[in-house]
């Protein structure tokens, strides 16, 4: 038995960068041996400055980063000790997914503008079960994350920032997750609605027992979130405790 859900091992991620006019290019290492574990009820925040390497970590742990070398490796049940993703069938991973869900830091972007709230929610739970009571499930789920049933009948663009995001985790939710990764979720935000959002994840911390993998740059928001911090320059980890 073991209670890490999330281990990164020495991962390496390569982007290219083309030159102007497309002439010659270079490769750029945006993570260079980044090695992390993220244990059950926990939350490890990664900082840094921008350009530090955070969302590509971020997606490296979602396994939506191909990585040049090293590993990135999910428990793929409770207790169960983490496995490669690479060594892993498709089938395997794609029963996996929905324990390791983002959060990320444009909500709207995050949503396909011709949804509504109903829809995706509703394809969220048909991910997880063939057959759902989505008046019942969809309700509970808007209703956790603070939206009223008015709000299942709005495209993105009829939602606030909050509220989209609001969404955002309610899909995320609907997958019956053990992990979010969360990238700078609360950046687009205002202040106010950051707080809200804020206790909603503590919440749902405390209640669901969920893990997070936090990208954030904001030290108040690390200070009252994490249990661990990870610091991240040029694609290395630098410091955190």
Not at 36 to 64: D, H, M
Not at 121 to 134: G, K, M, S, Y
Not at 219 to 230: E, G, I, K, S
Request: overall charge neutral; glycine content about 8%.
């Amino acid at each position: 038995m073991t209670d890490v859900l999330l281990e990164l091992r020495d991962a390496v991620v390569e982007h290219r960068r083309e030159a102007l006019f497309g002439r010659g290019g270079s490769t750029v290492r945006a993570l260079d041996g980044v090695s992390l574990t993220l244990r059950s009820g926990e939350v490890v925040a990664v900082v840094g400055a921008s350009g530090a390497g955070k969302s590509t970590l971020a997606r490296a742990a979602l396994g939506l980063e191909r990585l040049v070398s090293g590993s990135v490796s999910w428990s793929l049940a409770p207790g169960a000790a983490p496995v490669d993703l690479a060594r892993l069938s498709t089938a395997d991973v794609r029963a996996a997914r929905p324990r390791f869900q983002p959060v990320f830091q444009d909500p709207k972007a995050s949503l396909d503008p011709r949804w509504t709230a109903r829809a995706t929610l509703r394809e969220a739970l048909a991910a997880r079960a063939a057959r759902v009571d989505f008046e019942r499930e969809g309700r509970a789920l808007l209703e956790r994350v603070g939206l009223e049933p008015g709000h299942l009948e709005r495209l993105p663009h009829q939602l606030s920032g909050g509220e989209a995001q609001r969404l955002c985790i309610a899909r995320a939710l609907a997958a019956a997750p053990d992990v979010l990764v969360l990238d700078e979720p609360v950046a687009a935000l205002d202040a106010s609605v950051q707080a809200q959002v804020l206790d909603l994840f503590a919440d749902l911390r405390r209640d669901w027992g969920l893990s997070y993998l936090l990208i954030a740059h904001d030290p108040r928001l690390v200070d009252w979130m994490a249990d661990r911090v990870v610091v991240l320059e040029q694609g290395r980890i630098t410091g955190g405790n």
